[in-house]
């Protein structure tokens, strides 16, 4: 099963407009990670934030954890046409796991 | 850009057949991961390695192989391939793992259709 899930499912805004999409998960884990997807190609990493962290920041981006409510939250600010893409958060588990669960992910349109 | 490159981009096949993907690496990276992404599903791991010759399975590996000979490759296997398997395959990797897992660099993918 997912341990990530976003909300929204998709959303849609105008250029220039914040953007802000919603990440949460079930278990305990080390470090919560946010990625961007362009259509038809690979994942880019865009930040990570340590469970210990509750809010980093990088360039036009805003993440935040809140551990308490297994929950995270990415931030886009003065968004851009090309911003437009699929967001997913991805999160490990305290066990030791060598892997990353990604949620199904948002996916973000910018209207020019 | 991470230097993954994933074989073969595209590629139809037959139900029953064996299908071999492989994912290239030139970072020296010794962690590295088979995702598939699928609608509605996200991306599910399929099978992961932390080292030559060290694997272990993933959420959705039955029906699906892996080896790794050597740092740089890691294939992926279908030994008879069903219509199920259709899907998006990325192949990722990254240098940190266990707990202190890091970002997670990923190719361009492979896109698998079986008839």
């Known amino acids: 099963s997912q341990q990530g899930e976003e909300d929204p499912q998709a959303l849609s805004i105008q250029e220039g407009e914040n953007a802000t999409m919603n990440c949460s998960y079930k278990?305990?884990?080390?470090?919560l990670q946010w990625y961007r997807q362009n259509s038809g190609r690979g994942l880019v990493h865009l930040i990570l934030?340590?469970?210990?962290?509750r809010e980093k920041h990088s360039g036009r981006l805003r993440v935040t954890l809140d551990t308490s409510k297994k929950s995270s939250s990415l931030l886009i600010t003065a968004s851009r046409a090309a911003d437009t893409a699929s967001y997913f958060c991805a999160t490990d588990g305290i066990q030791g796991a060598q892997k990353l669960v990604f949620g199904q992910g948002t996916r973000l349109t910018i209207n020019p | 850009d991470a230097g993954i490159t994933q074989s073969p981009r595209h590629k139809v096949t037959e139900t029953g057949t064996p299908v071999t993907l492989r994912c290239h690496q030139t970072e020296n990276h010794r962690y590295m991961y088979w995702y598939r992404q699928d609608p509605g599903h996200g991306l599910r791991l399929i099978h992961y390695?932390?080292?030559?010759?060290?694997?272990d399975k993933g959420e959705v590996s039955d029906g699906y192989s892996v080896s790794r000979s050597k740092t740089e490759d890691f294939l992926l296997t279908l030994e008879s391939a069903t219509s199920s398997q259709t899907s998006v395959y990325f192949c990722?990797?990254?240098?940190?793992?266990?707990?202190?897992?890091?970002?997670?660099?990923f190719g361009e993918g492979s896109r698998l259709t079986v008839l």
């Open positions: 278990t305990s884990i080390n470090n």
């Open positions: 934030i340590r469970s210990n962290e």
């Open positions: 390695s932390y080292g030559v010759k060290d694997t």
């Open positions: 990722a990797i990254s240098d940190r793992g266990g707990a202190n897992t890091g970002e997670l660099f």
